[in-house]
T-cell receptor, first 113, second 112 residues
Framework: DTAVSQTPKYLVTQMGNDKSIKCEQNLGHDTMYWYKQDSKKFLKIMFSYNNKELIINETVPNRFSPKSPDKAHLNLHINSLELGDSAVYFC????????????FGPGTRLTVL | SQQGEEDPQALSIQEGENATMNCSYKTSINNLQWYRQNSGRGLVHLILIRSNEREKHSGRLRVTLDTSKKSSSLLITASRAADTASYFCATDGNQAGTALIFGKGTTLSVSS
């Protein structure tokens, strides 16, 4: 069974559109994250949720809105997509925040045309 | 803000050789972790070393941590072609309940 899954794996869309990426973990972890990896492979935290509550909201445009319906899911909705949003987005989960290893999903490659 | 800086950015070696990657960070930490990312895939956790530990081993991996120098190294011994990947160090920045802060990574190529 896949521990952390994301859908879709690839997302190609036009500027100005709204899109969502879904993430689910079946590990029973309390904490989930969204990271963005740019074209130079630099990974940066976007959001962190602990038991459905927002813990971290880094300097991310408010066009990005995370939603956690339950502690096993953390979805990412992006409004009014821009060219600069093109990147690979990774969902991750961990049992104890930054104090333990994190389990990453396979990533969603977003391309904005 | 970026915490870890890996060095070198890229490393090419032959199978059987050892590969050493270094990481430096800026603030105090609770632990430091190393992750591997194969091309087009997610990150996989390799090893976690706590701030009160100096060295840790896992199979062909050896990690050292020097908190006085705010640096860590990852040694892969007897490398294999399958070790070809990007390697990232990550720290927790000593903040409770926070995410990891990743470095820019070292891209390792192992040729047979």
């Amino acid at each position: 069974d896949t521990a952390v899954s994301q859908t879709p794996k690839y997302l190609v869309t036009q500027m100005g559109n709204d899109k969502s990426i879904k993430c689910e973990q079946n590990l029973g972890h309390d904490t989930m994250y969204w990271y963005k990896q740019d074209s130079k492979k630099f990974l940066k935290i976007m959001f962190s949720y602990n038991n459905k509550e927002l813990i971290i909201n880094e300097t991310v445009p408010n066009r990005f809105s995370p939603k956690s319906p339950d502690k096993a899911h953390l979805n990412l909705h992006i409004n009014s997509l821009e060219l600069g949003d093109s990147a690979v987005y990774f969902c991750a989960s961990s049992p104890a925040g930054g104090r333990s290893e994190q389990f990453f999903g396979p990533g969603t490659r977003l391309t904005v045309l | 803000s970026q915490q870890g800086e890996e060095d070198p950015q890229a490393l090419s070696i032959q199978e059987g050789e050892n590969a050493t990657m270094n990481c430096s960070y800026k603030t105090s930490i609770n632990n430091l972790q190393w992750y591997r990312q194969n091309s087009g895939r997610g990150l996989v956790h390799l090893i976690l070393i706590r701030s009160n530990e100096r060295e840790k081993h896992s199979g062909r991996l050896r990690v050292t941590l020097d908190t006085s120098k705010k640096s860590s190294s990852l040694l892969i011994t007897a490398s294999r072609a399958a070790d070809t990947a990007s390697y990232f160090c990550a720290t927790d920045g000593n903040q409770a309940g926070t995410a990891l802060i990743f470095g820019k990574g070292t891209t390792l190529s192992v040729s047979s």
